[in-house]
């Protein structure tokens, strides 16, 4: 089990089918896969990391992205580019 002080550094890359997942593991290995743009992958995905409370994630979502980007993680307050105010 990871201990408090570690952390597991995750970036996703969302697109409208899938989402590119790369996961920092604190003995700085890197792993890389792709996943399905669906709630379950997402859930699934979550429920493999050992202990989710140590994750930071972050994401990038470009103008192609699904509106699932959303709830992956919520914005705070930024406007997307092309969107309406």
């Known amino acids: 089990m990871l201990q408090h002080t ?4 995750v970036g ?3 697109s409208k ?5 790369a996961l920092l593991r604190p003995d700085g290995h890197l792993d890389e896969e792709r996943i399905p743009d669906t709630p379950e992958d997402v859930r699934r995905l979550v429920r493999r990391w050992p202990e989710p409370v140590r994750v930071r994630a972050c994401y990038e979502a470009g103008q192609a ?3 699932r980007s959303a709830q ?3 914005r705070r307050g930024r406007r ?3 969107e309406m105010s």
């Open 17 to 21: 089918a899938s989402i590119s997942v």
């Open 65 to 67: 992205s699904s509106p």
């Open 12 to 14: 996703l890359d969302v």
């Open 6 to 9: 570690t952390r597991i550094h």
């Open 72 to 74: 992956i993680a919520p």
């Open 80 to 82: 997307i580019p092309g």
